[in-house]
């Protein structure tokens, strides 16, 4: 997901944990993912209720983000490049 106002990515949760849900209906998940947002700090559903694959994952984040983040970032999220070994290659390559 891309951020309309700053056009950049959404910054991910800064971690993750699975919570029981109490009384799920026949077709919901008995266990949800939930991930930690940078701003407001509350768990969020990372996932649907229903139990079923979807298309696209990161929907459920990307919502909460839009909404919540207003163009925040995690420190050091701000970064184009990671500086792994393919980084360093082309940068002693001049490229």
Do not use: M, N
Request: charged share 35%; aromatic share 10%; net charge positive.
């Amino acid at each position: 997901g891309v951020s309309a106002t700053t056009g950049r990515p959404f910054s991910p949760p800064l971690s993750y944990r699975t919570s029981s849900r109490r009384h799920p209906l026949k077709f919901e998940r008995s266990e949800i993912l939930e991930g930690r947002c940078h701003k407001c700090k509350k768990w969020v559903p990372v996932e649907s209720t229903k139990d079923c694959e979807v298309k696209v994952k990161e929907l459920f984040w990307w919502k909460h983000a839009a909404t919540c983040h207003q163009g925040s970032q995690v420190p050091g999220d701000d970064d184009f490049y990671e500086q792994d070994d393919v980084f360093r290659r082309l940068e002693e390559l001049g490229l």
